[in-house]
C-alpha cells in the first residue's frame, strides 16, 4: 500500500497544531533523516514537528559519532515521522560500521524513540546493534509519554558471527503513566532466540503506574516469542 503526500494531518496528530514541516529524501529539504533529525532543537507540545520522509535507504550510525556511552540517534519529543511512498522503500537502517566497534554492538540502536512521537509507513533495519529501537525513557529522563507505531515493518538482521548483542526489533523499558501503540506493524527477527518485542519493568516500583502496551492487528516472523 501506497501513501503518498496529501495527509489528513489531523489524523496524524489529533488536537496539535503542526507548525512545523521538514521533508526527507532527494531534493527535499534535507537528503540525511540523521541531518534533519539533529536539526530540531525547539520542539514541544505546541511546536511540533513532523518529518515526512520519502523512498531511499537512510543510515542513523556513523563511525565518527561512536564515542563511549553514545546511544545512536534521538528521536525529539513531539517530532512525529511519516513515510511518503513504498513502505519497504522508505528505509531507515542502523548498522554498526566495520572496524573495532564490537564493544558498541549493545550500546547503540538504529533510533531511540521515547517521547511523544507517532511513527507511520517506514522500515527500520538493524544489523549488529541493540535494537531497532530502543525506548526506555529512564535513560533519557522521560516519563509520562504517549508514542505510537502505524504500519511500521521492525527488521532485525541475523548478526555477524562474532558480534554479541541483545537483538530485538524493540526493547522497550516501562515507566509511570506510558502508554506504546502498535498498529498493523510487521516485527521480523532473523536473529536466534530473537524477539520482535522485548519489555521489561522499571526496576524502581514508583515508576511503574499505568504504564500500557497495545499491540492490535501486528505480524510476528521471529526467532523466539
Do not use: W
Amino acid at each position: 500500500q501506497v501513501y503518498q503526500n496529501k495527509l489528513n494531518i489531523e489524523k496524524i496528530s489529533q488536537n496539535t497544531v503542526i507548525k512545523n514541516i521538514i521533508t526527507v529524501g532527494l531534493g527535499k529539504d534535507f537528503e540525511s533523516f540523521f541531518d534533519a533529525i539533529e536539526s530540531i532543537t525547539d520542539s514541544s507540545e505546541l511546536n511540533r514537528y513532523t518529518v515526512y520522509v520519502y523512498e531511499g535507504v537512510y543510515n542513523t550510525v556513523f563511525s565518527e559519532k561512536i564515542v563511549s556511552g553514545y546511544k545512536g540517534l534521538i528521536i525529539p519529543n513531539y517530532v512525529d515521522i511519516i513515510g511518503i511512498g513504498n513502505r519497504d522503500d522508505i528505509i531507515i537502517e542502523g548498522i554498526l560500521p566495520d572496524g573495532d566497534y564490537s564493544n558498541y554492538a549493545n550500546i547503540l540502536s538504529t533510533i531511540n524513540l521515547t517521547m511523544n512521537n507517532i511513527v507511520e509507513n517506514i522500515t527500520i533495519i538493524a544489523k549488529n546493534v541493540r535494537y531497532c529501537n530502543h525506548d526506555d525513557g529512564s535513560e533519557f529522563g522521560m516519563f509520562r509519554s504517549e508514542h505510537t507505531f502505524r504500519r511500521v515493518k521492525f527488521i532485525y538482521e541475523k548478526p555477524t558471527t562474532g558480534i554479541s548483542v541483545a537483538g530485538s526489533c524493540c526493547g522497550i523499558g516501562n515507566q509511570v503513566d506510558k502508554h506504546v501503540i502498535f498498529e498493523d506493524c510487521y516485527f521480523i527477527n532473523k536473529k536466534t532466540n530473537g524477539y520482535g518485542i522485548f519489555y521489561h519493568d522499571n526496576p524502581n516500583p514508583t515508576q511503574q503506574n499505568c504504564a500500557r502496551l497495545e499491540v492490535k492487528n501486528c505480524i510476528f516472523e521471529t526467532g523466539s516469542t
